[in-house]
C-alpha cells in the first residue's frame, strides 16, 4: 500500500457537495489532473509486463475519447497473464450511469468466465476507481487494482475516501496506483481542455 492510499483522511476543501452534476466524473477526473498537476506518486515498482497491460488500458481510454466519453480505460488479467476483458468508459453513449470502463469491464469478465467471482484476476484502470467501482471489485474478489492517475473527488483509494484499506472488508483486494500516471494525466488534460475551447466555441460563435 503507497503513502497515497494509506491516507485514509479527505483532503481539506474537498467536501462533497449536497447536489453533484451528471458530469461528476468528468469534473472530477479534470479536477483531479488540475490537483495532481501531473507530479504523481511513483513509489510501486512495475514490470514492463505490467506497462504492457496499462497500455492496453490506455488504449480503451482513446476509444472512449473518441466518442467524446471521458477517456478511461481498464484491462482484467489472468494469472497466466492473459488479458480476459477490457472496457472504457461509455456512460453517456450507453445511457447507463453504471457504465464505467471498470464495470464494462468487470462484467465481460464475469460472463466469459461463467463467475461473478473474479478470484486471481488483475484490474488495471487508467483512473483512481470511483466507490462504486471499488465495491464491485471488491464483490468480485479482484486479486489485485492498479490504477495510474488519481481522482481526488470521487476515488475511493485514498483521492477521496479509503475504502480499500478497510480491514473489516471480508476480503482484501491489493492496491498499487502510479503506473504510467502522466500519460493518463496528459490524455484527460486534453480531452477537458478541447472541451473547454470547443464549449468556448458554441457560446460565441463569432471566435470560431
Ligand atoms: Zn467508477
Redo the contacts with the bound molecule.
Sequence with gaps: MCGFCSDKKPREGQAQPEHRRQDDRIDSAEDAQAESGGALMADHVFTEEERGWMRQAMAQARQAYALGEVPVGAVIVDAQGNVVSAGYNRTIIDHDPTA?A??VALREAARLMGNYRLPGLRLFVTLE??A??LGAMLHARLREIVFAAPDPKTGSCGGLIDLSSNTRLNHQTGIRSGLLADECSEMLRRFFRERRQQAKGAADPAER
Design positions: 464505467h471498470e464495470i476507481p470511483c462504486m467501482c
